[in-house]
């Protein structure tokens, strides 16, 4: 069971997983419309890591391939 995802990179934020049903979703604040959008808060990159670590490889496209990456640690 994954339980944590964190990184070396400063602008990750760690997510840390309950036991039971997890349910990614983007935060919503009080003030939002219809016309905010929900984009780029990580839900697909979450979603890539999770892949990854469990066994999927890194595609040429991956964000995994990224040089501003190399030094960084998941």
């Given at each position: 069971m994954i339980r944590t995802i964190s990184s070396s990179l400063p602008s990750f934020k760690t997510i840390t997983f309950g036991a039971g049903l997890n349910i990614?979703?983007?935060?919503?604040?009080e003030t939002s419309t219809d016309r905010h959008t929900r984009n780029s808060a990580g839900k697909t990159s979450l979603v890539e890591i999770i892949?990854?670590?469990l066994g999927s490889d890194a595609a040429k496209s991956s964000l995994f391939k990224h040089d501003a990456l190399i030094e960084h640690v998941t």
């Open positions: 990614v979703l983007a935060d919503v604040a892949h990854f670590v």
